[in-house]
């Protein structure tokens, strides 16, 4: 069997958990699916290296990017 096919099922729960968190009204919540979501960009870019799914790879940085961006602006400036 291929372990790394199947990284696709752990990347796909981490990634719909990290939407979930995202959501929450708790800044707690919140960053623990912003770190959710960089795990499940990290889980993705390995399974898309492995099957050569390179516009995934470029998603996944992109989105990495966008969320870090996004994050960094969402902290309040003292």
Same mark, same amino acid.
């Given at each position: 069997?291929?372990? *790394?096919?199947?990284?696709? /099922? ?7 958990? !990290?939407?979930? #968190? @995202? &959501?929450? $009204? ?12 960089? *795990?499940?960009?990290?889980? /993705? ?7 050569? !799914?390179?516009? #995934? @790879? &470029?998603? $996944? ?18």
């Amino acid at each position: 069997m291929d372990y *790394l096919h199947q990284l696709q /099922w752990p990347a796909m729960i981490v990634t719909v958990t !990290a939407a979930w #968190l @995202i &959501a929450s $009204q708790t800044k707690r919540r919140r960053l623990i699916g912003f770190w959710c979501f960089l *795990l499940s960009n990290v889980l /993705w870019i390995i399974w898309g290296w492995h099957d050569e !799914a390179y516009a #995934l @790879i &470029a998603l $996944q940085i992109a989105l990495a990017v966008l969320n870090i961006r996004g994050a960094w602006k969402n902290e309040p400036n003292t």
